[in-house]
């Protein structure tokens, strides 16, 4: 009897680990600063990470789908910088969708590369995370960009309205989660992506096009980067070549921590959201009481630690190997 109870102890812990451990955080983090509930702490949490959400809703359908997208980072600073460039040349109402139509043309190639060449997704994002930051330097001629009229221009509205009282950012990542989310969840489209992650072979011999499947992935990872370089651009209405750098693993780690397996096949949106804010609402409390900035990143890296840990232990059924 006690056998059972501690495998199913351990099978609780390695399915909802994070959660439990995301209430002990939000307890600890309470009981140390009164602010940290305060509902304008609340609000500002939520709307700082709306662009490092609005891009873990692509890179979700990326990673159900079996495949890693570690290009986001370098990809968002290119769509920010290239959308402030074009904004002062052209006008924000062109700017916008020649940057959009830009940054989906990097999703395409890349999968191309993953989805119809089969090259391993992994390497693949890896070197055009580089090769990106260097179009970026490119195009930019290594310098930061600015908007030169900024009381002039509608563009802010994005990144620094609000609507009834709610940011934009919030809005715009919300309504995003919930069309993208019901793609997902209830299109066919959302249950080959399961499918292919799950078990690509089989779904290659029951018909499905796995290729077109993974090349829509990335689209969709694009559109969402597209859309947070928006937000950044239009929220800072100024920004550096290397406003995205670091965020690939910072998205990752959400996406992983909403429950997404990184050996594909499973995850949802709204468990990304959840992970995402997550993600920001201990970054916020480590802040509130007195940490250091740069101590989010070992956090983070221990956050992804543990988040794959989990996902692994769930898949065999408890938190410790049966061999060890």
């Known amino acids: 009897m006690v056998a059972l109870t501690r495998k199913d102890m351990g099978q609780f812990l390695a399915r909802q680990g994070i959660l439990v451990a995301f209430v002990l955080f939000m307890i600890l983090f309470t009981l140390a600063n009164d602010r940290f509930l305060d509902p304008d702490n609340i609000m500002g949490v939520v709307r700082s990470s709306a662009i490092l959400g609005v891009m873990a809703l692509g890179v979700t359908f990326v990673v159900i789908s079996g495949n890693l997208d570690l290009s986001v980072g370098s990809m968002m600073s290119f769509s920010t910088i290239v959308v402030l460039d074009l904004h002062d040349k052209i006008g924000p109402a062109l700017a916008i969708p020649a940057m959009f139509a830009m940054t989906l043309c990097l999703g395409a190639f890349i ?9 391993n997704s992994l390497i693949v994002t890896l070197g055009m995370l580089s090769a990106i930051h260097g179009l970026t330097l ?6 930061n960009m600015d908007i030169d009229d900024m009381a002039g221009t509608w563009f802010g509205m994005f990144g620094r309205g609000d ?4 940011p934009t950012p919030i809005l715009i990542f919300l309504s995003l989660a919930a069309v993208l989310g019901v793609m997902l969840a209830k299109t066919p489209f959302g249950r080959k ?3 292919v992650g799950g078990n690509g072979t089989a779904a290659t011999f029951s018909g499905i096009p796995r290729a077109r499947v993974v090349f829509s992935c990335y689209l969709v990872s694009a ?4 859309t947070a370089g928006l937000l950044q651009a239009s ?3 100024g ?8 965020l690939e ?3 990752l780690a959400a996406v992983i921590l909403g429950g997404a397996s990184l050996m594909g096949g499973a995850g949802t949106i709204f468990k990304t959201v959840i992970g995402v804010l997550i993600l920001g609402f201990i970054q916020n409390g480590l802040l509130l009481v007195g940490l250091p900035f740069y101590a989010q990143y070992v956090v983070t890296w221990v956050i992804i630690i543990l988040a794959v840990w989990l996902d692994i232990a769930a898949k065999r059924g408890g938190l410790w190997s049966p061999i060890a």
């Open 235 to 237: 929220r800072s209405m």
């Open 193 to 195: 992506v399961y499918a």
């Open 138 to 143: 490119t195009y930019s001629g290594g310098k």
């Open 223 to 226: 559109f969402c980067v597209a």
């Open 249 to 251: 693993l910072e998205v």
């Open 111 to 119: 999968g191309f590369l993953v989805g119809y060449l089969k090259l």
């Open 239 to 246: 920004s550096q070549n290397t406003v995205g750098q670091g």
């Open 163 to 166: 609507v009834l009282g709610i």
